[in-house]
């Protein structure tokens, strides 16, 4: 009697699975949260009207923001609604300073800031994605499809939002062999070796997914970094991926190998107060420019764990970062100077040195340098205090570093939500300026590893 049963049980449990298996058929998670999938068909009435999106410049972000407005609400409604010159009612109507169709856009808005109002323009209801530039009507429109998917109602929006931090970074830890040092989902996005001939179709959905989110730059290569990276092909392939990423407003950045200057130049110094190495950076510099005009800047790990850098030749941080700031300055480029810096060697507490090496050169470094301290003080660990440096150098930009990849907390195989913990660190109070004075003024946040 028990083998009937036990096969009856089987085969219900099988109908339940293959009952419940349809929605979920063909979820491969490479969507992320811009699914698109259909809404209720309930709330679908209250979204008939969005028929037409009127597009009121020409460019690639305006283009790209139209093209997600189109996916997504043809996704979610069923119905694609169509670009067009014309103010119907209903309209959805992307506009910045350049051509606001009359629209009154807040004269302070901030260039990535946008504001989504319900109006009437020409006699028609409307609703209006005014940005601060184009990359400001790109936020809003994945903010604006944010509300359709989570069902809420676009009636009577009254919304003004801006990103409060300027640099919002991912740091790729990708080797240019195409393995992620500390990757646990396959290799690297960037295939060094079929760019620029070939570029991979993901890259506009990383693209895409970033700009959901505010991302606005991606380092795309390892901290420990390899000198051929700023080699003259392998600015044509970030060149390539550089091309991708800017209608989407995202800036590429590259990971500098201290010592590049004796590896790829043939100098037999790196040291950061060489007329010849400056000169030498000054030259990379204006040719990274040439092939990459808005190039964000360089990521540094220098004197960590076997990385060459300023203290080979008895130089501060900020020696070493000054002079790379000031071959990027022209530009318009930063320099991104990790902080993680210890020595197993040194017998004073690893949570420690990282502070004494760095906070007596507080106000030395460059206004275009950042100095990037992990949230902690140690590695990343899944419980630590702060790190001892913010709020320790008020003269000096921070940006902090968060890791996003499983190092400490499952590799591959365990699910851990991240918010909470960076959450915690982003909150918390120094004390530095006293009581309340200091929290999350003057750092710069920066996503680590994806």
């Not at 190039?295 to 764990?305: R, T």
């Amino acid at each position: 009697m028990l083998r009937p049963l036990l096969i009856a049980f089987c085969l219900l449990l099988c109908a339940t699975t293959a009952a419940h298996a349809d929605p979920m058929r063909g979820e491969d998670g490479y969507d992320l949260w811009l699914r698109y999938k259909p809404v209720e068909a309930a709330k679908t009435s209250d979204y008939k009207t969005l028929a037409t999106v009127i597009v009121t410049a020409n460019s690639p972000t305006f283009d790209a923001a139209a093209r997600e407005l189109q996916r997504g609400l043809g996704g979610m409604l069923g119905s694609t609604p169509l670009t067009s010159k014309t103010i119907t009612d209903g309209a959805i109507v992307l506009v910045t300073p350049a051509d606001n169709r009359g629209f009154a856009i807040p004269a302070d808005l901030d260039r990535e800031g946008f504001v989504i109002k319900s109006t009437i323009l020409d006699g028609h209801p409307v609703t209006i994605i005014a940005g601060g530039s184009d990359i400001g009507v790109l936020y809003g429109a994945f903010r604006y499809l944010k509300l359709i998917q989570t069902g809420q109602p676009t009636a009577g929006l009254d919304i003004r939002e801006a990103p409060k931090l300027d640099l919002r970074v991912l740091d790729h830890w990708d080797n240019l062999d195409g393995h992620v040092e500390r990757g646990y989902a396959g290799d690297s996005i960037w295939d060094w070796w079929r760019l620029p001939d070939l570029v991979d179709p993901r890259y506009t959905d990383y693209a895409r997914a970033n700009a959901s989110i505010g991302i606005n730059g991606a380092v795309l290569n390892n901290v420990n970094a390899k000198a051929d990276s700023l080699t003259e092909p392998y600015l044509k392939k970030a060149a390539a991926i550089a091309a991708v990423l800017r209608p989407y407003g995202m800036k590429v950045y590259l990971s500098a190998r201290f010592s590049a200057p004796m590896e790829l130049g043939g100098l037999k110094t790196a040291d950061p107060e060489d007329p010849a190495v400056a000169a030498w950076w000054q030259m990379k510099a204006n040719e990274i420019y040439t092939v990459i005009p808005d190039f964000g800047g360089f990521l540094v790990k220098a004197n960590s764990e076997g990385q060459p850098g300023p203290g080979d030749y008895k130089r501060s941080h900020a020696q070493g970062a000054n002079m790379l700031a000031k071959a990027l300055k022209p530009h318009g480029g930063i320099v991104m100077w990790r902080a993680f810096v210890y020595s197993e060697h040194d017998a004073t507490d690893r949570a420690k040195q990282a502070y004494l090496e760095f906070q007596p050169s507080d106000g030395q470094f460059a206004d275009n340098v950042l100095i990037q301290i992990k949230n902690g003080a140690i590695d990343f660990q899944p419980r630590e205090p702060f790190h001892p440096l913010f709020g320790a150098m008020p003269k000096t930009q921070q940006m902090m570093e968060f890791q996003i990849t499983k190092e400490y907390l499952g590799f591959a195989t365990h699910l851990a939500y991240l918010a909470p913990m960076w959450e915690e660190a982003l909150q918390a109070d120094t004390f530095a300026q006293g009581q309340g004075l200091d929290r999350g003024e003057g750092h710069r946040w920066d996503a680590g590893r994806p």
